[in-house]
C-alpha cells in the first residue's frame, strides 16, 4: 500500500533523513520507532508532503507521492493524526469532525461509537477539551476521511493513563478491524502486541527493520534505549 524508499529530506540547508525506508501494506500495523530527533516525524511530513523529500520515492497504491500537494495526498487515502493534535479550538468537536468528513463508513455516530466521550462532549469548543479528549478529536477526525491508511505521529505521548487505555483500546479496535496503520509511539508493551512489523531509525535512517518478536533487548537497548 504504502512504499517509502531512500528517502533524504531537508530543512533548508539542514538534511534531517539521509536514506529511510519503509512498507505498509494492507490491513497492517507498522511502527515506526526510534528516540527523540531520530527522523521520525519528518518521515511523516515527508510522506504528506509537508516537507517534501528531495531525493527517493514515495508510493501509495502505486502513485508517486512526490510533488503532491499534501490536499491531495490527503485524498488518494492517506489520514493523519499530527504530533500536538491540532484540533480547531474554536470549533465544537461535531463541526471539526464535519470539516474533514468524506464519504465512508466512517460517520459521525461511528466516531462517537469509537470515543463515547466525543459524543458526550459534541456541542464544546475542542479548546475546552482535555488533552486526553482532543487526542481521541484528532483521531476521530482523520477516521471521519475514511482513510485507507491510518498514520498516528506520538498517538499517547503525555497523556493520562486512564486516556491512553481508552485510545489504545480504540487502535486495536481499528487493526482488528483491517485497517492498515502507520504509528509512531514510545509505549512499547501497548504497542508491539499490535505492531505487524517494527522500522528503527537512528540518525535519520533506517537501522533495522522486521516482526516485533524479532525485536530483541540488544536491539532496543541500541536503538532506543535512554
Known sequence: MLKVEAIETRYGPAQALFGVDLEVQA???????????????????????????????????????????????????????PEGRRCFPNLTVREN?????????????AVEALFPRLGERNRQAAATLSGGEQQMLAIGRALMTNPRLLVLDEATEGLAPVIRLEIWQAIRHLKGQGQAILIVDKT????????????????????????PEALSESLRDRYLGV
Open 27 to 81: 490491513g497492517q500495523m507498522v511502527a515506526l520507532m526510534g528516540r527523540n530527533g531520530m527522523g521520525k516525524t519528518t518521515t511523516i511530513r515527508s510522506i504528506f508532503g509537508l516537507t517534501p523529500p528531495h531525493a527517493g520515492r514515495v508510493t501509495f497504491a502505486g502513485r508517486e507521492l512526490r510533488g503532491l500537494a499534501p490536499h491531495r495526498i490527503a485524498r488518494l487515502g492517506l489520514g493523519l493524526v
Open 97 to 109: 469532525l464535519l470539516v474533514a468528513a468524506r464519504p465512508g463508513e466512517w460517520s459521525l455516530e
Open 188 to 211: 512499547l508493551s501497548e504497542l508491539l502486541p499490535l505492531a505487524d512489523r517494527c522500522v528503527l531509525l537512528e540518525k535519520g535512517r533506517s537501522a533495522w527493520s522486521g516482526p
